[in-house]
T-cell receptor, first 112, second 115 residues
Framework: SQQGEEDPQALSIQEGENATMNCSYKTSINNLQWYRQNSGRGLVHLILIRSNEREKHSGRLRVTLDTSKKSSSLLITASRAADTASYFCATAPPGGGQNFVFGPGTRLSVLP | EAQVTQNPRYLITVTGKKLTVTCSQNMNHEYMSWYRQDPGLGLRQIYYSMNVEVTDKGDVPEGYKVSRKEKRNFPLILESPSPNQTSLYFC????WGSGGGYGYTFGSGTRLTVV
């Protein structure tokens, strides 16, 4: 069962611009996480936001969560060529389980 | 270095020939899981384990087996691989406890081709 759906599927921007990716989900969650994947490599955990949080920051990353709309956004500020990757949201079920459901991802290309 | 180690990185095999993909973590994590990644479908969970000798099915368990005899190891077994199991496989681990809130550490992946 696919929970998260990222939007857009692909995004192309210039270095220095901000990149925004969105994630929508269908059922209640304990937390939502964002991961980055470089070209067929393993996913890397970026940030986690709990269901009772609305916004979280980590370096150039800003994540928001709107549980009433069942949506989240990931903002990468001042993007760099090294940010080129696929980004996935993952939702954790209520009750604190670790069986995450991943969306299909957004492919971000940052052009020099 | 804290890591999840998968082997092999690449594997080409023939239909019906049993194979095992190994996964080992050095972080003393209770929770381990296998996912497969296919274009357009994202990551789908195959099996997971919350601790030694405790395993359960994910969303796409058909054709796969797992075991968790030791905390650090969680091998994925394909008893009779078929071409529709051609995919990129990831092992992941995390702590586990009430309330959740832990992210996964992923292995580097195993690209399996079944011909």
């Amino acid at each position: 069962s696919q929970q998260g759906e990222e939007d857009p599927q692909a995004l192309s921007i210039q270095e220095g611009e901000n990149a925004t990716m969105n994630c929508s989900y269908k059922t209640s969650i304990n937390n939502l996480q964002w991961y980055r994947q470089n070209s067929g490599r393993g996913l890397v955990h970026l940030i986690l936001i709990r269901s009772n949080e609305r916004e979280k920051h980590s370096g150039r990353l800003r994540v928001t969560l709107d549980t009433s709309k069942k949506s989240s956004s990931l903002l990468i500020t001042a993007s760099r060529a090294a940010d080129t990757a696929s980004y996935f949201c993952a939702t954790a079920p209520p009750g604190g389980g670790q069986n995450f459901v991943f969306g299909p991802g957004t492919r971000l290309s940052v052009l020099p | 270095e804290a890591q999840v180690t998968q082997n092999p990185r690449y594997l080409i095999t023939v239909t019906g020939k049993k194979l095992t993909v190994t996964c080992s973590q050095n972080m003393n994590h209770e929770y381990m899981s296998w996912y497969r990644q296919d274009p357009g479908l994202g990551l789908r969970q195959i099996y997971y384990s919350m601790n030694v000798e405790v395993t359960d099915k994910g969303d796409v368990p058909e054709g796969y087996k797992v075991s968790r005899k030791e905390k650090r190891n969680f091998p994925l077994i394909l008893e009779s691989p078929s071409p529709n199991q051609t995919s990129l496989y990831f092992c992941a681990s995390s702590p586990w406890g009430s309330g959740g809130g832990y992210g996964y550490t992923f292995g580097s992946g195993t690209r399996l081709t079944v011909v």
